[in-house]
């Protein structure tokens, strides 16, 4: 059990140094005082957790972003619509979320995404955002080096971006206060920030924690936005940090 606290203490502690040792030198483009924040929503809708979440981002005068699930998009079709409503970012995640299937090939992970882009545009009228969030991330290790690579290539080769995250919010821990602390740890340590999240309905310390990330970014001066307002210098910048198209 020592042993055990020990090495928490040691893990807590090299996390901490690397999120300061890898403050970047980027984006000399990019305006001296000015800091954007992108708050990005995993794996949703889900019926009474997302529009909680609205409700937040409304209060606070913040637009964000979506990564909507087409499975969690059909049952919940009309928070998807609330979404569009709001004027928030809504991409296409993925259809159906399952690794072993999605990543069995490149082609399956395609079909898999074609179906949620479809039910997005049934649904709001919109497709074909330039973004796409590959589920665990551009450098999961659930999918095999070849069919990752494959994919990647394909989504540059047409034209569009991969994008990851600068901080993930831990929102699959339940502890609210871990995830406070993660995200003054963690956060605000790049001029352009994108921030992970999840809407799925057991989601519970999203909300919980949401206002604390909210505050936490407004006192460090960042304005907030949603993807489809991003301007070009902000994604050569997260080129530059590798949060869009990491090799
Ligand atoms: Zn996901």
């Known amino acids: 059990m020592k042993k055990n606290k020990g090495f928490l203490v040691i893990l807590t502690l090299v996390l901490i140094l690397s999120c300061i040792i890898s403050k970047p030198s980027y984006g ?3 305006g001296k005082d000015k800091k954007t924040v992108y708050l990005t929503f995993d794996d949703g809708a889900s ?4 529009n909680e979440i609205i409700k937040v981002l409304e209060k606070n005068n913040i637009k964000a972003t979506f990564f909507v699930e087409g499975n969690n998009a059909r049952t ?5 619509k609330k979404i569009n409503e709001s004027g928030m970012s809504i991409i296409p995640h993925i259809d159906t979320h399952e690794y072993n299937k999605i990543y069995s090939s490149a082609n399956s992970y395609f079909d898999d995404l074609k179906n949620c882009e479809n039910t997005i545009l049934s649904l709001t009228g919109k497709s074909n955002s330039k973004f796409i969030r590959i589920p665990g991330g551009s ?3 659930v999918d095999s080096p070849n069919v990752l690579a494959e994919i990647k290539s394909n989504i540059i080769n047409s034209n569009k971006y991969y994008i990851d995250w600068t901080v993930d919010t831990q929102t699959t821990q339940t502890n609210i206060d871990f995830i406070e602390s993660h995200i003054r740890e963690c956060g605000g340590l790049y001029k352009v920030e994108v921030v992970l999240m999840h809407d799925l309905q ?5 909300v919980k924690s949401l206002q604390n990330t909210i505050d936490f970014y407004n006192e460090k001066g960042y304005e907030f936005k949603n993807l489809d307002n991003i301007e070009e210098c902000e994604i050569n910048y997260l080129k530059d940090i590798r949060v869009i198209n990491k090799k």
């Not at 919940?76 to 998807?80: K, L, Q």
């Open 28 to 30: 000399a483009e990019i």
């Open 76 to 80: 919940n079709s009309g928070v998807i």
């Open 139 to 141: 450098d999961n290790t």
């Open 47 to 50: 019926p009474a957790l997302t």
């Open 202 to 206: 057991n989601k519970v310390a999203t």
